[in-house]
């Protein structure tokens, strides 16, 4: 059985919580991703979505110069290295998240994608389903 530790993507970008959201945009677009996890150190205090930034800045007309702290999501649902992909398909399909940030002693060790478990054959079919299940509630909440 595969563990998040064999898919995981183990080089993350992060930023602080005093970084400003411009930068944090910027490294976003740089890294061509839509999440970033805010870290102090390696210890994990919450990410900052490309949503995140549409919400709760772009649409309240926050400056650039707005902290990541500001806007960021703090509200976390976390695996570990060690759990199984079935279980973290399992999670992300309950939480409706597309993205998992993988914590060993509360510090920032990865980050697992709906794409990363897609990838393993073994999983396609649980990915797609999470995929398909999280798209669903979006789609229903619009």
């Not at 500001?70 to 079935?86: A, Q």
């Not at 597309?98 to 649980?126: C, F, M, W, Y």
Request: glycine share 6%; net charge negative; hydrophobic share 35%.
């Amino acid at each position: 059985m595969k563990t998040l530790r064999d898919i995981m993507t183990t080089n993350v970008d992060t930023c602080s919580p005093q970084d400003n959201i411009y930068e944090t945009a910027v490294k976003m677009k740089q890294d061509d991703v839509g999440v970033i996890p805010v870290c102090e150190g390696k210890k994990l205090l919450g990410v900052i979505t490309d949503r995140d930034i549409v919400i709760r800045a772009v649409a309240e007309k926050k400056q650039g110069s707005t902290k990541v702290s500001d806007v960021m999501s703090s509200r976390l649902i976390t695996g570990s290295p060690d759990m199984s992909v079935e279980e973290a398909s399992e999670l992300m399909s309950r939480d409706q998240i597309r993205r998992l940030p993988i914590v060993e002693n509360s510090d920032l060790v990865g980050i697992v994608s709906l794409g990363d478990i897609a990838v393993h054959k073994q999983t396609d079919s649980k990915a797609g389903v999470a995929l398909s299940e999280i798209s669903e509630q979006r789609d229903q909440l619009q």
